[in-house]
């Protein structure tokens, strides 16, 4: 059964940075591609970042990149995003979903996990 869990969610000023990590099982890790995503109150789900767990390439949403980075530790089947300088418009919850390939589309990836929130107050 393929499992994604997130953690690492929660209630940070503007400024500040949180981790969040997304543990994967029940696939074969190194197959597959890991992509966040967040969704905001009222607004589509939107994809942030993906990292490809074969060759390591990355992918970022134009307005996190030089702030968030995507990482990933294929030993523990975990990824990774550290969000630094957060902004207020940086709340949504967030899902780490898994595809074979990579992107930031979230209509293309067929795993998901079930979300963290994210709170940034300003």
């Known amino acids: 059964e393929v499992q994604l869990v997130e953690s690492g969610g929660g209630l940070v000023q503007a400024g500040g940075s949180l981790r969040l990590s997304c543990a994967a099982s029940g696939f074969t890790f190194d197959d597959y591609a890991i992509g966040w995503f967040r969704q905001a109150p009222g607004k589509e789900r939107e994809g942030v970042s993906c990292?490809?767990?074969?060759?390591?390439?990355?992918y970022y949403v134009d307005s996190v990149k030089g702030r968030f980075t995507i990482s990933s530790d294929n030993a523990k089947n975990t990824v990774y995003l550290q969000m630094n300088s957060l902004k207020p418009e940086d709340t949504a919850v967030y899902y780490c979903?898994?595809?074979?390939?990579?992107?930031?589309?979230?209509?293309?990836?067929?795993?998901w996990g079930q979300g963290t929130q994210v709170t940034v107050s300003s």
């Open positions: 990292i490809s767990s074969s060759d390591g390439s990355t």
């Open positions: 979903a898994a595809d074979p390939f990579p992107g930031l589309v979230a209509a293309l990836f067929g795993y």
